[in-house]
């Protein structure tokens, strides 16, 4: 689990994050979403230590990462995964090169057991047999894969991702989201996602924390955000009418008012479902 407390961010005289508190737990997709803007980046930079943060604490299963001495956090570190936008492959490297490169730099496993290690997460992510092609050579689902692939091979108990459907078509996109919740699932990993896409939101925000100008506005489910009653929530994430529709189709369906089988034919006007409060409201 990771505990932010009070988290506070500025550069110069501009505060950006403003005591931010939420928990992040193991096995679930953790989504940060929120306008452009909002600092969703810099939370995710001060949680991996690419920013200090100005006050608060950041606590990795119950260590203290804001109060570690640079080797300390060098420790915790090892047991982050990160993707970044782009995938971020080295590009005059191999998919395997590029996988075996953090084994290369936290292990001394021997090199049979570092090609053991690539193979596993090459399977895991479905592109077994891919080894020596270059990231010019795949598609951008491909290298996201590539990009899971090695940020899943030292095992790491807490996932970074930012952005991870940038760029790829609404199919591909939601099987990189699947991806991702299995392997949060099966492996218990702590997975912080920074996304603009409503899909995922949807199909995987097992958590979902929204910012707006550096404050967590909202936090609740999948399920809870469609009966949120958060108006600036409503308005960034409900934001066409499509949208909207599609919102009020799953309050019927998750009320119950439309049958699983989606058999509309008996659905009246006076069918309208009770609105049910979201518990952080
Ligand atoms: N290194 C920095 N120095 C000064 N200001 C910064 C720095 N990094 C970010 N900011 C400012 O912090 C604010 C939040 O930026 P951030 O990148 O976290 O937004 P975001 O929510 O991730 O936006 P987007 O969805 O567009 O990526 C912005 O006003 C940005 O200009």
């Known amino acids: 689990m990771i505990e932010v407390k009070n988290l506070r961010k500025g550069f110069a005289d501009k505060t950006i994050l403003k005591d931010v508190s939420v928990n992040m737990l193991p096995g679930q997709c953790n989504l940060i979403i929120g306008s452009s803007g909002s600092g969703k980046t810099v939370f995710m930079k001060c949680l991996v230590g690419l920013f200090q943060p100005d006050s608060g604490d950041i606590i990795y299963d119950g260590k203290n990462f804001t109060k570690m001495s640079v080797d300390q956090k060098k420790e915790i570190r090892k047991e982050i995964g990160m993707l970044f936008q782009g995938s971020a492959l080295f590009s005059s490297m191999t998919v395997e090169e590029n996988i075996i490169f953090p084994l290369d730099m936290f292990t001394r496993d021997s090199r049979k057991q570092k ?7 090459l399977n895991r992510v479905n592109l077994e047999g891919a080894n020596k092609k270059f990231p010019a050579e795949l598609s951008g689902g491909m290298m996201k894969r590539v990009g899971i692939a090695r940020a899943i091979v030292l095992n790491p108990k807490y996932l970074f991702v930012d952005e991870p459907n940038s760029g790829l078509d609404p199919q591909t996109s939601g099987l990189i989201d699947q991806l991702i919740k299995e392997i949060t699932e099966e492996y218990k990993i702590t997975t912080i996602v920074n996304t603009h896409d409503m899909n995922s939101v949807m199909e995987i925000g097992d958590h979902i924390i929204y910012m707006y ?15 949120s009653k958060n108006q600036r929530l409503n308005e960034f994430i409900f934001a066409s009418e499509f949208l909207r529709d599609a919102k009020d189709m799953r309050m019927l369906e998750e009320t119950g008012k439309i049958a699983n089988d989606r058999n509309m034919e008996d659905l009246t006007h006076d069918d309208a479902p009770e609105l049910v409060p979201s518990p952080s409201e």
Do not use: C, T
Not at 115 to 121: G, L
């Open 115 to 121: 090609m053991d290690r690539v193979n596993e997460v």
């Open 213 to 227: 100008q550096g404050e967590k506005e909202w936090e609740g489910n999948n399920k809870e955000i469609i009966f």
